[in-house]
């Protein structure tokens, strides 16, 4: 199974919101995935800096790394997120992978972060305080694990490139074979799990100049198997079913947002829900909305 | 009657609020209906999307569920009438025996799989598989239908007022499909038929039957070309 609840907001007076209308949609599907939960968020960036988030084993000091590298840092359970500046990016990326091994940088971007851990969604979500994050849109994944372990590395979403995430629903066939061929590509890959490969295939994609709903056709011809994804970048908001489209899913769209559920359950207390377009996103049609800038 | 009889006779309807009330509750109440109930009117509040509403229902009542339901809603049902103001999950009246389904809104995937009997109405859309491997129910929607509508469907009859997603009728064996619109394609071994007296008149009562406006004259049936019934040596070699 596997649940995903995604929200994308249109009105930014609801932007306040959108971590607690995601935490809320996030719960509902608990007995679609009850092993590990996860979900990334995109919030306030500040220019001339990046976010990265990072995550290390319990009792990790955080806050001695950042005052090592004079950046700032905001600790979320064993996650924690630290203002990079863009100039030192290769720097801060080099420093942690020499002296922190132990320190996973789990995503980057100038907006997004990403939090995922094992447990009941509920219980992942308030580590991490999902209910007062603000932000323009959010994905969020209740994982029952098919093709690799219970580990909060298995669990959704997946980055692979800046600002871009993956959740997944559903398992992929030949995600070997396209690793090995993103590999030579140079993507790098921390899980044999399927759903990081759909991720590196579509960072991939744009990392070559594809925009997000190019990459998403591109997927459709690669790969094989049955999804489900719900994809975030900067600015965006992706859906894509494969042709067969077992995996279930179900869209709301009003004035102020546009909602993923992979039932409705998961959108029915999302405000103006009884007057929302509520529809099924077609098999193997590309679905994005992009932010105004 | 006498107006003594009348107030004894007169039965409010039941609700059941879901928001509030259990689900379970719903259930056991409507499982241990006797057949000859007087308890015939039903009323489910704020369904919110949850599985299997009034599944195995056996007995002639009536129920109208307020509000979108989840997966498997009305599954089973045996000689019910079941109104669904607003979507339906996948699986909506699953494996029906008897009785009528009438979904207002737009149904989820596999509306009316393996149905034996009854009348399933869909007054939107159904997505992908409807009425697939159906062996009897009789199946209106006023919609389009998904892709795979049909799949090894049995018997009984699948109208659609709307399009047809891709491979409608794949690998059937003899159900009737009637489609006004334009299927996308055709799935293995189905193909269009001529439509004889007898299966106007089928293709007529469902129209009338589900409250349908089309004009039977718009449709074209579809049914098996019968070439995957035995198997055939020269497909050997596949093997």
Redesign the interface.
């Given at each position: 199974m596997c649940g995903i609840a995604g929200l994308f907001l249109k009105n930014r007076a609801l932007e306040p919101e959108l971590g607690a209308m995601t935490a809320a949609m996030l719960e509902v599907l608990t007995d679609r995935g009850p092993d590990s939960a996860g979900f990334a968020i995109y919030g306030d960036g500040a220019a001339g800096f990046m976010k990265f988030t990072l995550r290390a084993p319990a009792g990790f000091d955080f806050p001695a790394l950042a005052h090592e590298l004079q950046i700032a840092v905001t600790l979320r359970d064993d996650h924690a997120v630290i203002q990079v500046p863009v100039a030192r990016e290769a720097e801060v990326r080099r420093h942690l992978a020499a002296g922190y091994p132990m320190v996973a940088v789990v995503a980057s971007g100038s907006r997004m972060e990403l939090f995922k851990g094992v447990g009941l969604p509920a219980l992942v979500s308030k580590r991490f305080g999902l209910a007062g994050m603000s932000g323009s849109h959010a994905i969020a994944h209740t994982r029952m694990a098919t093709e690799s372990a219970v580990t909060t590395q298995g669990a959704h979403p997946f980055s692979t490139g800046p600002d871009q995430c993956l959740v997944h629903n559903g398992s992929l066939s030949n995600h070997n074979d396209i690793r090995r061929s993103l590999i030579r590509e140079h993507m790098r890959f921390e899980t044999q799990n399927d759903t990081e490969v759909a991720a590196g295939f579509l960072s991939w994609k744009l990392r070559e100049g594809a925009k997000l709903d190019e990459a998403l056709t591109a997927a459709l011809d690669t790969l094989d198997g049955f999804y489900t994804f719900v994809v975030g970048t900067e600015s965006g908001f992706g859906v894509l079913r494969d042709?067969?489209?077992c995996k279930?899913a179900?869209m709301a769209e009003t004035d102020d947002y546009v909602a993923f559920g992979s039932?409705?359950?998961?959108?029915?207390d999302l405000p103006g829900i009884s007057k929302a377009k509520?529809?099924?996103p077609?098999?193997a049609k590309v679905y994005f909305w992009e932010r105004a800038a | 009657m006498s107006s003594a009889l009348k107030q004894m006779t007169r039965i409010e309807p039941v609700t059941f609020d879901l928001a509030a009330d259990k689900l379970r509750d719903l259930s056991v109440a409507l499982h241990a209906l006797p057949p000859q109930t007087n308890q015939t009117s039903w009323q489910i509040l704020n369904p919110r999307g949850q599985h299997a509403v009034a599944v195995g229902v056996t007995v002639p009542v009536s129920i109208q569920i307020d509000g979108h339901v989840g997966y498997y809603c009305a599954g089973m049902n045996d000689g019910a009438v079941i109104t669904i103001e607003g979507n339906a999950g996948p699986g909506v009246a699953e494996n029906m025996m008897s009785g009528i389904v009438h979904v207002k809104g737009d149904a989820s995937q596999a509306a009316g799989a393996t149905a034996h009997g009854g009348l399933l109405i869909i007054d939107g859309n159904a997505s992908a598989r409807c009425g697939i491997s159906m062996k009897g129910i009789d199946i209106v929607v006023k919609g389009s239908v998904g892709h795979m509508s049909a799949f090894m469907a049995q018997s009984g009859n699948l109208v659609i007022l709307g399009d047809t997603g891709e491979a409608l009728g794949d690998s059937l064996y003899e159900a009737r499909i009637f489609c006004a619109g334009t299927p996308a394609s055709l799935g293995a071994d189905c193909e269009e038929k001529p439509m004889t007296p007898d299966d106007k008149a089928i293709l007529v009562d469902l129209l009338q039957r589900a409250g349908a406006q089309a004009d039977p004259g718009d449709f074209k049936l579809y049914g098996s070309a019968r070439t995957l019934y035995h198997f055939h040596v020269d497909n050997a070699g596949a093997y």
């Open positions: 042709p067969v489209a279930p179900v039932e409705y359950r998961a959108l029915v509520l529809f099924e077609e098999p | -």
